[in-house]
């Protein structure tokens, strides 16, 4: 039986920060301006890690951008409401259930994975997950992978890491996890038949 392992953002959900800025404003400098202060930073990391509540890290992001105050708050309070589901990645899951073992392994926030694990039930059909924020640790790091494979008693070689970014894709290898680099739904099905997964 094969372990296939779903990142979050951008494989099974769609995360775009410039179409969550295009939803939520219009005027373009104010955007840019937010795409730096906010998603651009450490502060975003950090929350990514769990080393930052979801409040002191706007506390953060406004003091040091106090122009942005109003904008800020905006984009705090609605951007959540923008991580929809890539349905037809989510449709092949209960099929890829009858014969492999299901994880996600993802960087995420508190606040954002208790709003959508609260919204949508698909979430019951994994065996397991690690997320960034409980773990202390992000992608790519080695030990994150590590965590994976000895908290689950996963077999490397027969674990398949499916991301949308290579540098977390070659960090799985590097533990002897196999990588499939995320690009849309068909190329994702085609590799998964190739492994025989679907």
Not at 121 to 142: A, H, N, R, T
């Amino acid at each position: 039986m094969r372990n296939l392992v779903f990142d979050l953002g951008n494989v099974l959900f769609k995360f775009n920060p410039d179409e969550i800025l295009d939803g939520l404003f219009k005027d373009p400098i104010i955007k840019m301006k937010l795409k730096e202060a906010v998603f651009k930073t450490s502060i975003w990391k950090a929350l990514d890690r769990g080393t930052l509540s979801f409040e002191e890290a706007k506390k953060i992001f406004i003091e040091k951008n106090p122009d942005l105050k109003e904008e800020i708050d905006i984009l705090l309070q609605e951007w959540k409401n923008y991580l929809h589901p890539i349905t037809e990645n989510i449709e092949i899951l209960p099929e890829l259930k009858e014969n492999n073992k299901l994880f996600i392994l993802s960087n995420f926030h508190e606040e954002a994975f208790n709003y959508i694990r609260r919204k949508y039930s698909f979430f019951d059909i994994f065996d397991g997950m690690i997320i960034s924020y409980k773990e202390k640790l992000l992608k790519p790091e080695k030990e994150i992978y590590q965590l994976l494979l000895n908290r689950y008693n996963l077999n490397p070689e027969e674990t398949f890491f499916v991301d949308d970014i290579i540098e977390n894709i070659t960090a799985a290898e590097e533990v002897g996890i196999k990588g499939i680099l995320y690009t849309d739904p068909e190329s994702l099905r085609e590799m998964l038949k190739r492994i025989d997964a679907l």
